[in-house]
């Protein structure tokens, strides 16, 4: 396999530059002096950011985007063959190496490689491991699956190669290629069933994430996972679990504002070493602050910098995400793709102040529809009413005879005022048709529905400052 050096620049060619994660990794190659050049099918604000930086990108993707004096070619999880760049550079015989290959390597020159894994949560808790690192001085190089303003964008890049912190996907194994020192598993869901068989093959993945780690590495584990021991048995690991009760963190006296932020007493193996106030809202986010805790407790971070770290840290975007007011109501959105998530949200929202609460969903791949048909239709029926946009079939195509109206009459059956909306436009006309004051409509889903969120404040309303 081609081995990337930061020290020792090439060209390095970019095949679907505009995503989350390409885009960091970019930044960070450009910035370590590589030429960087890349591709992707639309303009978006990260390929914005990386122009303005100089770097040439081609639109869309086709064979004559790679420039001939390219060294290696990265290439994102929705790159295959039948791609025009990918076959390209399979036909030059150029290096080729997937993006989590590429975030291997890179770890792999840090002292300590902080890995936060998990079926959801996984960007919150980066996020504020990231800050309470920042806050404690340690200048961490960063990787997140999000856009966190506090670091201006989605990789920060430090001159040490002290730590490295970053969100560790499960998707097609993507961890499997990193380089862990500390590894925080957060839960261990079923999701992704169109590459994985089960949720035992699932854990099987989680469990080999954890082999990576060297010996006397750092496990951090939510003991609120089944069986959660098979993760590391066997292995010569320090174990740090975390969970409401029965962990080596704990939390108790937990109290919540009006606007569902918790504050609580940290207990580290039964003993309380402190209180903390959290910036972002709801229960499922105690649990990301103390595996975040144990985390910078695991590297004598005190108290006082994790309590001032977590106070101010107000969430990522796309994660109960303020976009604007619209006529007295509020218009968010959420990243939230998976029932569990989808269930938090807008539990945490029904104790927000509210007059009506409407969940705008975006079902994510048809596969995923499919699978959590039912739980969807559960947990949207949280909300006071529902509309239901088409499926995002990202990766896939419509070989399953599934379609969002099935949602739908899902809903129905339980009783929920739900209504299909299968367009931006369809969804953008009901909402300022029918919003009324202190109204929350918050978009759903890990596709693009964030577009018509802000569509709706930029035609109708005011937008919320980050």
Known sequence: MYRINPEQPVHAHFIGIGGTSMSGLAEYLHECGFQVSGSDSAHSKYTKHLEDKGIV????????????????????????????????????????????????????????????????????????????????????????????????????????????????????????????????????????????????????????????????GFLIVGNDIENYEYFYKGLNLNVITFGLENADYTAKDIVYDEFVRASFTVLEKGEEIGRVTLGVPGEHNVLNALAAIAAARAYGISMDTIDHALSRYHGTQRRFDIRGHVNGFTVMDDYAHHPQEVEAVLKTLMRY????????????????TKKFMNEFADVLSLADAVLVLDIFPARETDDLGTHATQLVEKLKERGTEVYYTPTFDDVEKFVVEHGEKDDIFITLGCGNANIVADRIVANHGTKESH
């Open 353 to 368: 102040p509210h007059h009506k609460l409407w969940a705008i969903q975006q079902p994510h791949t048809y596969s995923r």
């Open 57 to 216: 990108i081609g639109y869309p993707q086709k064979a004559e985007n790679i420039p001939e004096d390219t060294d290696v070619v990265i290439f994102s999880a929705a790159i295959h063959p039948g791609n025009p760049e990918y076959d390209e550079a399979v036909r030059r015989n150029l290096p080729m190496l997937s993006r989590a290959e590429l975030l291997g390597q890179l770890m792999a020159f840090y002292n300590n490689a902080i890995n936060i894994s998990g079926t959801h949560g996984k960007t919150t808790t980066t996020s504020m491991v990231t800050d309470i690192f920042i806050d404690a001085g340690l200048d961490p190089t960063i990787e997140i699956g999000g856009m966190l303003d506090d670091i201006g964008g989605n990789m920060r890049i430090s001159k040490r190669q002290d730590y490295f912190i970053a969100e560790a996907c499960e998707y097609t194994n993507s961890f499997l290629h990193f380089h862990p020192t500390c590894a925080i598993i957060l839960n261990v869901e079923a999701d992704h069933l169109d590459f994985f068989k089960d949720l035992d093959d699932i854990r099987h993945s989680f469990r080999k994430f954890a082999e990576l780690l060297p010996e006397g």
